[in-house]
């Protein structure tokens, strides 16, 4: 297990005064059901589909658009045939030609990966032997997946061909429900995860990457691939002393959350003297209050400027990440926004934030700063 420390001094911790550097308005507000919503998330992988994003609640997959003044368009919604599903997560990938795909997991441990031309199932992935808690797309190459699960482990699939790669799991994996996680935006070899037992841990694909390559261009029946086992991490630490439910990379250094009301950023340093051997030099701290329920994640903007959460009560606080000490750009707060917010999606530019809720409310939030510099 690696080492933890602050770096020279205690870590910088961001002040809760906001500096009112963005002005972000509520705009819309729907009611999409009765049913929690778990995830929502836009599609940053295409250029034509920035201002669309997907929800799940139950076993429905819902994809919007952001329209201007606003509006938020309904596009396509997809009932799954079990209805006893319970969907948690959902993602945006890609065919190898390029079109969309929604991919979405939950309590069944199946992963449905629609096409969002044609409307249809494109695959069904089997594997899994537990409910799936977080799904993420790798951005360099957007036809592979990652997937993070109770079962304890993690899976690399290829959502075109409907391969299963890579389990992430064994003697040096996760020892409780895997909560979230996710690729390193430029690094294809390097996945970091993060779970109930209170690590976070690096993983390397690298040894492994000519089976990635083979996955794009097998023909026979995905059952027959020779899924490969990662057993160890190349790094393992314990940042946080209750369990993990959100990490995110921010370039090389990793944000994490547990429910200690706080992201925390930090470098992992990796020596190499043995699987999942190294030290984490602790830099900031985002304080996000009332943030102390599970499975809460927050989300950023295309360019990791700045990082949207929502708490328990219905709030969003909106960190500029790359600023020390760290500056709150924004605390967002509505009346009628009192149920538990599940998950933020910023937009690509971050001029708008969306959040989904524990009653089944989407909120839209503007920065009217950008709206009249965009107009004027």
Request: net charge negative; charged share 20%.
């Amino acid at each position: 297990m690696a080492r933890v420390y602050g770096l020279g001094n205690e870590p910088v911790v961001g002040s809760l005064t906001p500096s009112k550097k963005k002005d972000y308005r509520i705009t819309n507000r729907l009611q999409e059901g009765k049913r929690p919503l778990y995830a929502i998330v836009f599609n940053f992988l295409d250029s034509r589909y920035f201002n669309v994003f997907a929800t799940v609640g139950l076993n429905r997959v819902t994809v919007y658009q952001c329209l201007e003044g606003g509006v938020i368009a309904v596009l396509q919604s997809y009932v799954d045939d079990d209805k006893d599903e319970s969907f948690y997560t959902v993602s945006w990938a890609c065919s190898v030609d390029g079109s969309p795909f929604v991919v979405a997991g939950g309590l069944s441990g199946v992963i449905r990966v629609i096409d969002a031309g044609s409307e249809k199932i494109h695959k069904s992935f089997v594997g899994h032997g537990d409910s799936i808690n977080e799904i993420r797309t790798q951005p360099v190459k957007a036809s592979l997946i990652v997937s993070a699960s109770k079962d304890e482990s993690v899976r690399i699939w290829n959502a075109h061909t409907g391969v299963c790669i890579l389990i992430l799991a064994g003697a040096g994996g996760h020892r409780n429900e895997v909560l979230s996680v996710d690729f390193h935006p430029s690094d294809v070899y390097r996945v970091a995860s993060c779970g109930m037992d209170s690590t976070v841990k690096i993983w390397s694909i690298k040894e492994f990457w000519p089976y990635v390559e083979k996955s794009f261009t097998w023909t026979d029946l995905p059952s027959k691939f020779p899924t490969k086992y990662v057993q160890f991490p190349i790094f393992n630490v314990s940042v946080h002393t209750n369990y993990v439910d959100c990490t995110r990379w921010l370039g090389d250094f990793i944000l994490s959350k547990s429910v200690d009301n706080e992201i925390v950023l930090w470098e992992p340093k990796v020596n190499g003297q043995g699987p999942g051997e190294g030290s984490a030099d602790i830099l900031q701290k985002y304080p996000c209050p009332e943030c102390d329920i599970w499975f809460i994640k927050f989300s950023c903007d295309f360019h990791y400027n700045s990082a949207a959460i929502g708490n328990r009560e219905g709030k969003i606080f909106v960190w500029e990440l790359q600023s020390c000490p760290p500056v709150l750009i924004a605390k967002l707060s509505h009346p009628q926004s009192k149920s538990a917010i599940r998950q933020t999606a910023m937009s690509f530019d971050g001029s708008t934030i969306l959040s989904c809720c524990e009653d089944g409310t989407i909120w839209r939030w503007d920065d009217v700063t950008a709206i009249a510099s965009s107009s004027g």
